[in-house]
């Protein structure tokens, strides 16, 4: 596999690093190193001291490895950033960079399954040592949990009728790849919009694959633990479950409710927000098709 940026054009790239606001000796994390990209711009602008810890749970971003003595990369899921932090004796860290979704690569590779382009086997893990892929839960979920998915993480608003199809369909035989699937659910995509829905399907069992919600709130938490005071958290996410997600940590710190008050009646949050929300501008879109969606957040741990 070529190590360069065909594995993944970083989105927003100057913005998210610019936004962590990097000092020459701190300790940094990439969370989500895919093709090194970011990690790349951060480690440009740390000095000999500086250190910069990556993770991600995907095995073929192992091959991008950056051959750096300041670097670690870590083949794990960053919902255990604070566990392997601790692991290397790193209690605190003065930034936390996160480019979510799927990477370019997990797109392009056609025995993924993240590609509404490519007829290919249920899988979609966004980690192979995941016991749970997307045949699994096309083919095992009860009518209820589909129900949920499809509405929760897809915004489908015919999410019932979606979940009583697939289990007529599998009483039959069993939906084994993603073109049996598009064919099962061909009555939910009319031609003028068929792409956008299926997208949303695709999404909707992919989140539920890789618990992609749980992962980025036991994240978000974590990073309120590991950040320093002053420490910077740069998260670009790319629909609108993930951005509601940060949103509302970074204004409360929490995902849910309102923050206590204090004695004098003001709001108690844990992080500063810096600038305003960032989107791609029309060039970087049409460099990349995928930046479109991406919104760009950063706070500052008061």
Do not use: C, W
């Amino acid at each position: 596999m070529k190590v360069t940026m065909e594995y993944h054009n970083p989105v927003l790239l100057l913005e998210s690093v610019d936004g962590l606001n990097i000092k020459p000796d701190g300790i940094y994390v990439d969370v989500t190193f895919g093709g090194g990209g970011h990690s790349r711009e951060i480690l440009s602008r740390l000095g000999p001291n500086g250190k910069l810890f990556a993770f991600d749970q995907d095995e073929d971003a192992l091959a991008n490895a950056i051959q750096d003595e300041r670097v670690v990369l870590i083949n794990e899921n960053f919902r255990f950033i604070k566990r392997f932090l601790r692991f290397h004796n790193v209690k605190a860290v003065d930034g936390i960079l996160g480019d979510l979704g799927v990477s370019s690569h997990q797109f392009d590779v056609a025995e993924r399954g993240f590609s509404t382009r490519f007829d290919a086997e249920l899988d979609m893990r966004m980690s192979q040592k995941n016991d749970l892929n997307a045949y699994r839960v096309v083919n095992e979920y009860d009518e209820e949990n589909l129900r949920r998915v499809f509405l929760d993480y897809g915004e489908l608003k015919n999410a019932p009728a979606i979940a009583r199809v697939i289990l007529e369909a599998r009483e039959k035989h069993p939906i084994k790849n993603t073109e049996e699937l598009k064919q099962v659910l061909s009555r939910f995509l009319p031609t003028h919009k068929s792409h956008k829905i299926l997208a949303q399907m695709y999404q909707a069992i992919r989140i539920e694959v890789n618990q992609e919600m749980d992962v980025l709130k036991e994240f978000l938490e974590q990073s309120l633990e590991v950040l320093k005071p002053g420490g910077r958290l740069s998260i670009i996410s790319y629909h609108s479950l993930e951005d509601r997600l940060v949103k509302r940590f970074i204004k409360n710190g929490m995902f849910e409710g309102e923050p206590e008050r204090d004695f004098f009646g003001n709001f108690s949050v844990p992080f500063r927000t810096i600038g305003k929300l960032i989107v791609p501008n029309n060039e970087q879109i049409k460099e990349n098709n995928r930046a479109r969606s991406a919104k760009l957040r950063i706070a500052e741990k008061i």
